[in-house]
Nanobody, 123 residues
Framework: QVQLVESGGGLVQAGGSLRLSCAAS????????VGWFRQAPGKERELVAAISASGGNTYYAESVKGRFTISRDNAKNSMFLQMNSLTPEDTAVYYCAARGTGSALSTHQYDYWGQGTQVTVSS
């Protein structure tokens, strides 16, 4: 089974940047889309960004488009989320996730999940 571990969260002032990382186990991870989700207090978990197996296609939620960039390095079993121009509305626990089948990006059918990393943006 694929195991995922996030890192890079923390406290940042509005307008600042953070880079989240996710380390994945095994080779199977490389064959499927991966994504970043977030869950803010009192809100549902939402998909904020996703990328295809080879990195050729990406998806971004409208709320982060133009500010966040998702990438992956299959050779190093890693994925990243570069977050710029952060606002307090970006405060949430961020999770990396991977699909175990299929190729669609904008779906909630992700099969493997990390434990999350906290991102807090102060005003």
């Amino acid at each position: 089974q694929v195991q995922l571990v996030e890192s890079g969260g923390g406290l940042v002032q509005a307008g600042g940047s953070l880079r989240l990382s996710c380390a994945a186990s095994g080779r199977t991870w490389r064959n499927y889309p991966v994504g970043w989700f977030r869950q803010a207090p009192g809100k549902e978990r939402e998909l904020v960004a996703a990328i295809s197996a080879s990195g050729g296609n990406t998806y971004y939620a409208e709320s982060v488009k133009g500010r966040f960039t998702i990438s992956r390095d299959n050779a190093k079993n890693s994925m990243f989320l570069q977050m710029n121009s952060l606002t307090p509305e970006d405060t949430a626990v961020y999770y990396c996730a991977a699909r175990g089948t299929g190729s669609a990006l904008s779906t909630h059918q992700y099969d493997y999940w990390g434990q999350g990393t906290q991102v807090t943006v102060s005003s």
